[in-house]
């Protein structure tokens, strides 16, 4: 039994798998119940009363992280739950209320999906026994867009064209013909609608959903790290896994291995591990282990940091550390980098909501992330042998990054702030006592940022050995032939933008325009061709050689600018709002979609191309024509500052303190 | 414990009060509570504390506790024992928790009883408005002219705070 979707009922759980060979279906009764618990439970007597007698409530002993707690056990719903928590003037403390049903019964069944019973959870070989097929619109997934030819990829290619009704009647017996149980399907969450829509407008059947219903997620708008981000509404068919290839993060990271093992890993199924984020993964993940031993779920986050005094609380109230480098050129460069420095710190250190103030007792945090750190770094050294495990490792990479910042996140079920702090504070120590580690060896330490160092000097690797045997954690190495580190506008080091060779001739950057979201495609390549020229030479004499190449590049395209195909000017980013109190760009993107009809929500990617930067009048990348010449020249000119500032540094001498015998070994 | 806020103000005890004024006037009033019992005091606030990040260096110590959801706010005021409350409203609490600005007003009522309890705000939103039905008392001061030594000290109010970075 392959379990790859579920869903909830009235009274149960029904879900799809492979049995034999063949899909089957199963629907079972599941009535899952909720606990609560009252500090002075007298003082509820005939709300308690009354549960019992409507409900069936009985008193229970249910086990919380903290420990065992004394409450009452309900089989009702959350609005009984609600209910609840009104009455008692939010006093209650409610367990398990909104744990979804299917991933508390697989939970509890010792089962989960996309794998076989008895199969481990935590490895990258498995088999995935799903038709499948690939079906492709070919039209931008807008409002005004016709359907007016799909291709489906199965066993052979077959392409329909002509009316909305033909393709439609091709596409939909194409579907029921071929039944398959996954649909890879860019831009399927825009299209499955429109799709919908138009079947029910012909009299189509709809054969997407095996079971003839759709399970709908809304739209929704989210902050994340900063960011607004978007999730547009899905039309989930029964039965089937849909994944939107090109909406779903997890799916763009990890391709469907990853989605695969997010779902095994967390209990939720494939069709939902497609559309999280990673945040929402590793909640899951950390819920779905948190039922498999039993303990119950928090409803509402309401176990705050201790009192504390103001020094105290400042002393404790900070990121990671850096160290700011020298804006300049520099050779022989070794970086050094912590694997999964926060989760580590987590496992290692114990630190979990309940062990802040009783470090004795082994946490559930560090427990449960055990399992995931120990497979993401087995994942890690496998993928070296086996590239196809780079995506899953790549999703577990993702759900450990967020994992730390889930502990500071004020919702998170098994999250609270102390641990955030006492991993950034414990992170700050390892990078201080490798810092200090290096300068013993008399390395020199060019830059650190929160869980990696730029070291120069002779002996990297014993500096290496040493900082993994001090710190007990391990690090990954990358040598630099040369490497730059950008100013800020006040010409000290940017903590976050460089540049550089590795030893195996790849250029390696961040930070710089090339690698912003928004930068526009024509920028990018400009910047990503200077940068594939410099990659080749392997030091300063080098740089200084092939200057006049580079440019010569750099004119190329600021000659070539006017003659620049508009798309490949736009610009991309996510909307915040969609009203902006003073006159920008973004505000004027909004409007110029508006004016053409496209319904824009907060969180989205829109793409504009600047007509006038001065009158802030701008296009939609689709519909772009004439561009301002001058503002794109200005970020052609932003472009060639950050790689020119390479040719400063060797003209003006500005890297002075490179040994002659400074080779890392 | 009988507090003056300012000369026109007199607080009594076993009050739930809010003030309403700007945020300089705000940390004015919290260093001066802190001069008067800083071991009595507990100061509750959310996570981007926009009167904490101003307090004199020489302010006396106090005791803090954050909150960063309604609920947790709920739970912070139960257990508080202390002989003063500050609460600088946060509204971000109940933004996916409307419901919660009654209940956490009448917790805040009900815990007066034993502690006075001031709730500082800069200006009216709709979780005040909801908690003012249970306060006691509401004193808003309106914005005036800001004194020019105050002048840069506004400039710097204008920004989210984003770290909790004490003194000037």
């Known amino acids: 039994m392959w379990i790859f979707d579920a869903r909830a009922t009235g009274d149960g759980v029904e879900f799809w798998c492979r049995e034999q060979g063949s899909v089957r279906h199963h629907a079972v009764e599941y009535t899952p119940c909720f606990s609560f618990s009252l500090s002075d439970p007298h003082l509820y007597c005939g709300m308690l009363d009354a549960v019992e007698e409507r409900f069936g409530a009985a008193e229970c002993t249910f086990e919380t992280v903290y420990g065992p707690v004394d409450g009452y056990r309900v089989c009702a719903g959350h609005r009984v739950a609600e209910a609840i928590e009104r009455e008692t003037r939010y006093a209650a403390r409610l367990y398990n209320v909104d744990v979804r049903r299917e991933q508390r019964y697989f939970a509890e069944s010792g089962l989960f999906p996309c794998a076989y019973p008895g199969e481990p959870r935590f490895t990258a070989a498995f088999e995935v026994p799903l038709t499948s097929v690939r079906i492709t619109v070919d039209a931008p997934p807008r409002q005004s867009s016709p359907i007016s030819q799909v291709t489906v990829e199965h066993e052979r290619v077959e392409t329909f064209s002509g009316s909305a009704r033909t393709v439609l009647t091709g596409l939909l017996e194409c579907v029921e013909v071929c039944d398959p149980d996954l649909i890879l399907f860019p831009h399927a969450d825009f299209w499955m609608h429109r799709i919908a829509e138009q079947a029910e407008e012909f009299g189509l059947p709809m054969p997407f959903s095996r079971s003839g219903r759709f399970r709908s997620l809304g739209s929704r708008s989210y902050w994340s790290y900063g960011r607004r981000e978007y999730r547009p509404a899905a039309l989930i068919p029964d039965g089937r896994m849909l994944i939107d290839t090109d909406q779903s993060f997890v799916y763009r990271e990890g391709g469907l291995r990853g989605v695969l093992v997010a779902s095994r890993i967390t209990g939720l199924v494939p069709n939902l591990a497609a559309r999280y984020t990673p945040g929402t993964l590793i909640s899951a993940y950390e819920v779905g282990e948190a039922l498999r031993r039993g303990i119950a779920v928090p409803f509402r986050k309401w176990d705050a940091e201790g009192l504390r005094g103001c020094a105290e609380l400042r002393a404790a109230d900070r990121g990671g550390m850096i160290f700011q480098p020298d804006a300049a050129l520099h050779v022989r460069v070794a970086q050094i980098d912590f694997t999964s420095l926060y989760p580590t710190i987590i496992v290692h250190h114990n630190l979990s909501p309940e062990t802040v103030h009783a470090p004795g007792r082994k946490g559930f945090l560090p427990e449960v992330l055990e399992s995931l750190l120990a497979f993401r770094i087995a994942t890690k050294q496998q993928k070296t042998l086996d590239p196809s495990c780079a995506g899953i490792d790549r999703i577990l990479k993702w759900m450990l990054v967020t994992c730390f910042g889930y502990t500071g996140y004020k919702n998170a079920r098994f999250g609270q702030i102390e641990v955030h702090e006492r991993i950034t504070g414990t992170a700050r120590e390892i990078l201080l006592r490798s810092k200090g580690i290096a300068e013993e060896m008399g390395l020199s330490v060019l830059h650190g940022i929160v869980d990696c160092l730029w070291v120069q000097g002779s002996g990297v690797a014993e500096f290496k050995r040493r900082v993994e045997e001090a710190t007990g954690i391990l690090t990954e190495r990358e040598d630099y032939d040369w490497i730059v580190f950008l100013p800020q506008t006040d010409g000290s080091g940017a903590y976050n933008r460089y540049y550089g060779r590795l030893s195996g001739g790849e250029v390696k950057a961040r930070g710089i325009l090339a690698r912003r979201r928004d930068t526009p495609a024509y920028i990018k390549m400009m910047q990503r061709d200077l940068l594939a020229a410099m990659g080749e030479a392997k030091g300063p004499a080098d740089l200084l050689g092939i200057e006049d190449r580079v440019r010569g590049i750099y004119r190329r395209y600021r000659e070539g600018l006017t003659r620049a195909d508009p798309e490949d000017l736009a610009i991309r980013r996510r909307i915040s709002r969609l009203t902006y109190a003073g006159n920008c760009m973004g505000g004027a993107a909004v409007r110029a979609l508006q004016r053409r009809g496209v319904e824009v929500a907060p969180g989205m990617e829109v793409g504009y191309v600047v007509r006038d930067a001065a009158r802030l009048v701008v296009d939609p990348a689709w519909d772009a024509g004439t561009i301002d010449a001058r503002y794109y020249g200005a970020l052609v000119e932003k472009a060639w500052e950050e790689v020119a500032f390479a040719f400063r540094c060797l003209h003006e001498n500005y890297n002075a303190a490179i040994p002659a015998n400074s080779v890392n070994t | ?168």
């Open chain 2, 1 to 168: 414990m009988d507090v003056k806020l300012r000369p026109l103000f007199a607080m009594t005890k076993e009050a739930f009060c809010m003030v309403i004024a700007p945020e300089h006037l705000l940390v004015s009033v919290l260093e001066w509570f802190a001069r008067e019992d800083g071991a009595g005091l507990l100061c509750i606030c959310g996570n981007f504390s926009r009167v904490l990040s101003r307090l004199d260096r020489c302010c006396p110590a106090f005791h803090v506790r954050r909150a960063f959801t309604a609920h947790q706010l709920l739970g912070i005021l139960e257990e508080a024992e202390c002989r003063l409350i500050v609460l600088e409203h946060d509204p971000t609490l109940y933004d996916d928790a409307p419901d919660l600005a009654l209940p956490v007003a009448l917790a805040c009522a009900d815990r007066a009883r034993n502690a006075p309890l001031f709730l500082l705000a800069p200006r009216t939103d709709p979780a005040l408005r909801r908690m003012a039905r249970g306060a006691h008392r509401i004193v808003c001061v309106e914005q005036g002219e800001v004194p020019a030594r105050r002048a840069s000290l506004r400039a710097l109010l204008v920004r989210d705070q984003q770290t909790l970075d004490w003194g000037r």
